[in-house]
């Protein structure tokens, strides 16, 4: 094998060969000391030297000594040995969640409220873990787990998400987002302490569009208030909804997850009854999280979620 071969190896156990014929100076006394036969020694030597097309031994008495190009190889073969533990240290921390890259979808309130203080968390507590943050919104979060893009997703239930007995997938629910409703500062309503959705169904609406999970739960509870809300605007990002909510455009309902709103003029109002809630939850591949690194990062998801007021009650539980 030419050493300008793209197919240039070298077997490490005869690298190791080459450097107890160094320690001990013979073959035989090689031999000895690996349980080998003299013959055995020789014949792995002398094909380490014709795949490499170099000379590795040459006599010196009754022993051997190395030649020149012996020597610049175990220079490097210790270097690769070298790279070698380190790549054994380093499966063994991974086995332990210390080290790996784990690639996680969320959309942006999650991220703000969840993935972002559990990352902070695991920075410090497992350095060597590489986390890499993608905004997603529902759907893309999903298809970015099932096309192996993404390992973990925190998303919110939705249309065509998975459901708790999907076997493709390992789900946690983390938070119960209670949503409020949005109303411009002056709006009568606005000083009251919750307000029935049912006295919001002659407002005009500002809404995401139709496949949005938080206008799916927002068409849902007026439904169920016995009215459809006539939605004028439509925007995702949360500060754009309140930025038209306080400009008298219309009124909406916001997660509490997207708080504080950065627009002036608003008053945020509970909802009387029961209100709506969107369910936000962390996915990974079925089996994926049998993976330390993923695992690791889940468990302080959950940590973290625990410790808000609007966790899943359940959460000390399951998976």
């Known amino acids: 094998m030419a050493l300008d071969s793209e197919d240039f190896t070298i077997d490490l156990r005869r690298l190791r060969l080459l450097r107890e014929v160094e320690r001990r100076g013979t073959v035989s006394a090689t031999a000895a000391a690996l349980h080998l036969t003299p013959s055995a020694v020789s014949q792995q030597l002398a094909g380490l030297a014709r795949e490499l097309d170099v000379p590795l031994l040459e006599r010196q008495g009754r022993g051997v000594r190395l030649t020149g190009q012996a020597r610049v190889l175990l ?103 209670v949503l409020d409703v949005l109303l411009p500062a002056d709006h009568p309503l606005a000083g009251e302490g919750e307000v029935p959705l049912a006295a919001l169904a002659r407002e005009e609406w500002v809404a995401a569009s139709a496949d949005d999970a938080c206008a799916q739960i927002t068409t849902a509870a007026c439904a169920a208030a016995g009215f459809s809300p006539d939605v004028r605007h439509h925007c995702t990002e949360f500060d754009a909804v309140a930025a038209l909510v306080a400009a008298g455009a219309g009124v909406a309902l916001v997660p509490r997850l997207a708080h504080p709103l950065r627009p002036a003029g608003l008053a945020v109002v509970p909802l009387a009854g029961q209100a709506p809630a969107r369910s936000i939850y962390v996915a990974t591949r079925a089996g994926r999280t049998a993976g330390a690194p993923t695992a690791a990062v889940v468990q302080e998801l959950r940590r973290v979620a625990a410790e808000r007021p609007d966790a899943v009650l359940a959460l000390a539980g399951g998976a």
Do not use: C, M, N, W
């Open 75 to 177: 220079a490097h073969a210790d270097a690769v040995a070298a790279q070698l533990e380190k790549a054994r240290a380093d499966l063994a921390r991974f086995e332990d969640g210390l080290v790996g890259e784990v690639r996680v979808g969320s959309l942006a309130s999650a991220i703000a409220a969840l993935v972002g203080p559990a990352l902070r968390s695991l920075r410090r507590q497992r350095p060597g873990l590489r986390l890499l943050v993608r905004e997603r919104e529902p759907l893309q979060a999903v298809a970015g787990l099932d096309t192996g893009q993404l390992d973990v997703v925190v998303t919110v239930e939705h249309r065509g998400g998975p459901a708790h007995e999907d076997a493709r997938y390992d789900r946690v629910d983390l938070l119960r987002d």
